[in-house]
């Protein structure tokens, strides 16, 4: 039986265009490719399961220790934003539960925008060539058109006394928004006796 478009005719075959196509006519090269791409697409779907599961479960698993921990010794266990980590009693092994924000921009990086484009007018041309090509690539946008949010919060850490630059920092600071976040785990084992450690991939491309 086929196995990736099972919603057509009996007798026929669904192509990436959507047309059908006589199974007597699909070469057996063609069916062949479909069967291992059906195969593949089958376990890769049982192994994200299981990485699934695995994450939901080790969330869980930590929040109850940071409950008990909390109960019995009235102490908070984490750090910043929910971020957390654990070592096995040997030091050997670490995991850590990573809280990861995604933020954005609103309007008000416009104005900041404006007021450091004020700046770099007014400053002596040439005495600040370091700055103009800070401010110039922190307001690059990718491919995709997006501001890179790290560069822009950067500028913070600049220490430029302009009365109209402290009014963009503090801009820049109220612009930003928090749209999101994403949760992680991050296993880690010790190499050998050193104290560096090496993380244990549970993504394919890290295995």
């Known amino acids: ?3 990736t478009t099972q919603t057509a005719p009996l007798g026929y075959w669904q192509d990436a265009k959507g047309c059908l196509v006589p199974e007597s006519m699909i070469r057996p090269i063609d069916r062949e490719r479909d069967r291992l791409v059906a195969e593949l697409v089958t376990k890769a779907r049982e192994v994200s399961k299981v990485l699934a599961d695995f994450k939901a479960q080790a969330f869980g698993d930590i929040g109850a220790f940071i409950d008990l921990s909390a109960e019995q010794y009235d102490a908070k266990v984490g750090g910043k934003k929910g971020n957390l980590t654990l070592y096995s ?10 809280i990861q924000e995604r933020i954005a921009f609103d309007e008000r990086l416009q104005a900041a925008k404006e007021l450091i484009d004020e700046c770099l007018h007014d400053w002596t041309e040439g005495a600040r060539p370091e700055i103009q090509a800070i401010v110039n690539q922190a307001f690059d946008t990718d491919k995709e058109g ?6 822009v919060l950067a500028l913070r850490r600049l220490a430029i006394t302009d009365e109209r630059w402290q009014r963009a920092m503090a801009a820049i600071g109220e612009a930003v928004q928090v749209v999101g976040s994403k949760s992680y785990i991050r296993i880690y084992e010790r190499i050998g006796e050193t104290d560096q450690y090496q993380p244990i991939p549970l993504d394919i491309a890290g295995v």
Do not use: S, W
Request: charged share 25%; hydrophobic share 20%.
């Open 1 to 3: 039986m086929h196995n």
């Open 146 to 151: 997006q501001i890179n949010t790290g560069r």
């Open 89 to 98: 009693y040997d030091g050997k092994y670490r995991v850590q539960r990573a």
